[in-house]
């Protein structure tokens, strides 16, 4: 290597900004196009977009959401310093698809619910539903804050614009179209970024891999280096990556986001019919699988690239996550507007995710604080302006805790350490309520919280033992023997504190981050089942059977102690919405007898195996 950083940040010209620009007007536009040439929007339209949409945009929407420049520049990092097993976790995908197709998203749709966590009121009791919107809110402002500043960091290095202005932009253009368009433009500019996304991405992969010496030169380095190796059937949870913790703790990280998050239930709300959200799920699943294969084998690219240069040890990057920005701009540079739509894929990325979780945000606080807490009674005209006034709120925050992600290292750890963190007591205390009939409130509210205990303890401290230098990553071996007339420097994340011997950390905090959801999810469950043994079983009689996953309703005859599932129960809501005759997204049944619960599951093809 002997170009430095700053001849190829050179390289960016005017006709790259031109493609980017070109790219965030575009996504502008359809806010403006929605917000004042469509129809005028009320609640439900700015929120779920009235029910309207159709399986393909909903479908990129997906993709796009949890796809974004965390993986584009996450993957390759984690590749190119780890090897090739993190590719392991994309066939966890396989079963979390169908999982949140028919076990899930079934019960969401027969409550029509605008916000998931309204499901916990329903099932259990209201301080559930506050709880579980509270961690969402926590959860996705931390997630967006990492997306924001991911990108921000790959302009940094391809253009030299500073990272914050590039937060800037991010933030306020996505605000824009958020704010103005509703749910519509969210889900119509995902499609327009996912696709941006892709062509980017497939394309400087493909041009890297030939300039190289094609595929088999790839593999042949990586394999060199030990970097092929996949399989790891080590059973030690402390090992960073094996097949234990990538099938397991991956299937968990994925359906915490795609079974429970408010994100993702909103676009399954958004479709006309049910069956069009399963398929938007299976399409998604293709989608999701060629993508994260695609950046896995970018990582390779990456290697066999820079196999006798390592970029980080010569100092021309200060973080691994820019390398495949500079492997950009090294391979791309050349020519006029690649690298721009290069950085309008890594910015389609952040937007399409920042855009649904400000969406999402709103929807949260307006139906679980506002209207289900301090104003009841809210106007629909009040509450499109309040949502979308919480729109900027968010974006704001959002904006504002990009300087805490800046602080968080490796951003595809972070990003599933957040999920452990918090995702997976949500996780938990859904599935406890959809599969366990007899769990109670009490039970579900404790192991909620000492889930979150735990996870919490677990991430931090594995964090602060980070910096204090007592847990150090294991990085595959690199090689300076080809660099040129570059000083070699030690990145700050490879060596310890000057002057500073690092005391012996807890076993506990050097556990794998893919197993933090495991221990999340799996404690709510223990311990909500235990609390409930000794404070007294749920009857089972006065559930509301459309709160059980469809799994439950399946299996009900060879379950122990479900005779008279929901005879007696009676949804005060839904009959006092019958009685004014109002039109809503709730469903209108006010009790169950046992044959009407025959019929409305058996009947159901969505509830048939």
Request: proline share 3%.
């Amino acid at each position: 290597m002997t170009v430095s950083v700053t001849e190829l940040a050179d390289r960016f010209t005017w006709i790259d900004y031109t493609v980017f620009g070109f790219m965030l007007a575009v996504s502008a536009g359809i806010g403006i196009f929605y917000g004042c040439f469509g129809k005028k929007q009320d609640t439900k339209d700015f929120l779920v977009a009235g029910k309207s949409m159709t399986t393909f945009p909903v479908a990129m929407s997906l993709i796009a959401s949890f796809m974004s420049a965390i993986t584009l520049l996450g993957i390759p990092s984690e590749v190119y310093q780890f090897g090739l097993s993190y590719s392991l976790c994309s066939f966890s995908y396989m079963l979390v698809m169908p999982a949140a197709a028919y076990l899930y998203l079934p019960v969401f749709h027969e409550l029509q619910v605008i916000s998931a966590y309204e499901y916990l009121e329903r099932r259990f009791h209201r301080a559930m539903r506050w709880l579980g919107s509270l961690l969402f809110i926590i959860q996705m402002t931390l997630y967006m804050a990492i997306v924001v500043y991911a990108p921000a960091l790959a302009l940094a290095q391809v253009t030299g614009f500073d990272v914050y202005i590039s937060v800037s932009l991010i933030c306020f253009v996505c605000i824009f179209y958020t704010t103005l368009g509703g749910m519509k433009a969210v889900l119509w500019t995902d499609v327009f970024q996912t696709l941006i996304m892709y062509a980017s991405v497939t394309f400087v992969i493909i041009k890297g891999a030939h300039d190289v010496g094609g595929f088999s030169t790839v593999w042949a380095r990586n394999a060199e280096s030990g970097r092929t190796q996949v399989i790891n059937y080590d059973t030690d949870p402390t090992t960073r990556h094996t097949v234990w913790n990538l099938f397991i703790g991956g299937y968990l990280n994925w359906i915490t986001i795609y079974a429970v998050n408010q994100a993702q239930v909103q676009r399954y709300l958004s479709v006309q019919t049910r069956q069009m959200a399963i398929n938007a799920l299976w399409i998604n699943l293709v989608g999701l699988f060629v993508l994260t294969i695609t950046c896995c084998f970018g990582g390779m690219v990456v290697y066999a690239k820079y196999y006798d240069c390592d970029p980080v040890r010569a100092g021309v990057v200060t973080k691994a996550d820019q390398l495949f920005p500079l492997f950009v701009m090294d391979t791309l540079g050349q020519w006029k507007g690649l690298p721009g739509m290069f950085v309008a894929g890594i910015f389609a990325g952040a937007l399409s995710t920042i855009s649904s979780g400000l969406n999402a945000l709103a929807a949260i606080v307006l139906e679980d604080f506002v209207r289900s807490g301090c104003y009841p009674g809210i106007s629909d005209n009040a509450s499109t302006l309040v949502s979308r006034g919480l729109c900027i709120v968010f974006g704001l925050i959002t904006f504002a805790l990009v300087f805490v992600a800046e602080q968080l290292g490796n951003i595809l750890s972070a990003t599933a350490t957040i999920f452990g963190i918090i995702g997976a007591p949500l996780l938990g205390v859904t599935t406890l309520g959809m599969f366990f009939p007899w769990a109670n409130a009490t039970g579900a509210f404790v192991g909620a919280i000492v889930s979150l205990i735990l996870t919490s303890w677990v991430g931090v401290g594995h964090q602060i033992a980070r910096f204090s230098g007592q847990i150090k990553l294991e990085v595959m071996p690199t090689s300076t023997d080809g660099c040129q007339n570059l000083t070699i420097a030690v990145p700050a994340f490879l060596h310890d504190s000057e002057g500073v011997e690092p005391g012996e950390v807890l076993a506990i905090y050097r556990l794998s981050y893919l197993w933090y959801s495991t221990i999340g999810f799996f404690t709510v469950i223990i311990v909500g089942m235990l609390v409930t043994l000794v404070t007294g079983k749920q009857d089972v009689r006065v559930v509301d059977p459309r709160c059980l996953s469809p799994a439950v309703i399946w299996f009900k005859n060879w379950l122990p102690g479900l005779s008279g599932l929901g005879e007696d129960y009676i949804d005060e809501k839904d009959e006092l919405k019958e009685s004014k005759s109002s039109s809503s997204l709730g469903n209108t049944n006010p009790s169950f007898t046992p044959e009407i619960l025959e019929k409305t599951y058996s009947e159901n093809e969505n509830y048939k195996l």
